[in-house]
């Protein structure tokens, strides 16, 4: 307060420090108090998500040529989050067993539900026919990812436990790094946490409704 030509300083209230410091957003709008639920969500989440995984890898015949890059690229991204990963082919080598994206879809519905694996990257040419086969079983949420937007807005939105990528379609100079970059959106940042933040509590909603009709 200022007296005259002299300026009286009060200190600072405890409580008023406190919420000045506080994580909080600086708006009463929707937007700014969806954003902080968002933020501690995610909180939440990325620890959920950060536990230690069991993620298998399988390849069906016509890109089993690519699994030694998509392993690496794999391993390189999620093992120093404290993940594993289980590759279970097709692998490269000539006398490995042919698998089709038909039997990637069974094999990934019974490492999932057996608990051998908690999440399934697989995929084939497209991406199309081994999501399709992996939806077509019990237990399985397998969304199909392109690139990284892909799947960190699966990830958050949809929240599954299985991706088919396309390893042959638009797949060439730099496809290592996208796998990378892919790789860091779907583990990186939590699951579930919605996007953008407006729409959290009916994405979130919708993914239960979604639950509830495939059990």
């Known amino acids: 307060a200022q007296d005259g030509k002299h300026i009286k300083c009060f200190p600072l209230r405890a409580e008023l420090a406190t919420d000045l410091t506080a994580d909080r957003p600086h708006s009463s709008s929707r937007v700014g108090f969806a954003a902080a639920r968002m933020q501690k969500q995610k909180k ?5 998500r950060l536990t230690p995984m069991k993620i298998a890898l399988i390849n069906e015949n016509s890109q089993n040529s690519k699994n030694p890059i998509i392993e690496a690229a794999l391993k390189k991204v ?10 279970y082919g097709m692998y490269a080598d000539a ?9 990637n879809g069974i094999l990934a519905a019974v490492l999932l539900n057996s608990g051998a694996a908690d999440y399934v990257v697989t995929g084939c040419g497209t991406g199309e026919g081994a999501m399709l086969a992996c939806n077509s079983f019990p237990g399985v949420l397998c969304g199909h990812v392109a ?16 991706v088919a990528m396309p390893f042959a379609l638009k797949n060439g100079w730099g496809q290592e790094l996208n796998l990378e970059y892919t ?14 933040a407006e729409r959290v509590e009916p994405e979130q909603r919708n993914k239960k409704i979604l639950d509830g009709v495939r059990a």
């Open 44 to 48: 939440k989440h990325l620890v959920e």
């Open 78 to 87: 999620v093992e120093p989050m404290g993940h594993t990963v289980f590759n």
């Open 95 to 103: 006398d490995s067993k042919p698998l089709t994206y038909v039997q």
């Open 147 to 162: 690139d990284p937007l892909d799947a960190y807005t699966f990830a958050q939105v949809n929240d599954g436990n299985a």
């Open 183 to 196: 790789f860091e959106k779907l583990f990186g940042f939590g699951s579930g946490n919605g996007y953008p």
